[in-house]
Nanobody, 123 residues
Framework: QVQLVESGGGLVQAGGSLRLSCAAS????????MGWFRQVPGSAREFVGG????????YYADSVKGRFTISRDNTKNTIYLQMNSLKPEDTAVYYC????????????????WGQGTQVTVSS
């Protein structure tokens, strides 16, 4: 099973950009589909987007479509979440997750999670 570590969170003004990274350990990383989720206190974990094992297919929540881009580099065991045109409502803890079964929009279907990284967008 992979272990995941997110990085790249921080404080940014509305309209700005951030790039999150999720580094994975383990030799089987390239066999996993990967997802990005986010969560604010008191709310359920929300699907942001995902990428299949090869990187050729990506999926996004409607709320981020056109602003966020997911990519992966299997040679570096890393996936990325490029976030542009950030809005205050994007403020959340962002998590990456791994799933052998493909990209899923429900958190319960993922096998491994990172610890999360805080993203705060000021207005």
């Amino acid at each position: 099973q992979v272990q995941l570590v997110e990085s790249g969170g921080g404080l940014v003004q509305a309209g700005g950009s951030l790039r999150l990274s999720c580094a994975a350990s383990g030799r089987t990383f390239s066999t996993y589909a990967m997802g990005w989720f986010r969560q604010v206190p008191g709310s359920a974990r929300e699907f942001v987007g995902g990428v299949n094992w090869g990187g050729g297919l990506t999926y996004y929540a409607d709320s981020v479509k056109g602003r966020f881009t997911i990519s992966r580099d299997n040679t570096k065991n890393t996936i990325y979440l490029q976030m542009n045109s950030l809005k205050p409502e994007d403020t959340a803890v962002y998590y990456c997750a791994a799933n052998r079964g493909g990209v899923r929009r429900t958190p319960d279907e993922y096998d491994a999670w990172g610890q999360g990284t805080q993203v705060t967008v000021s207005s």
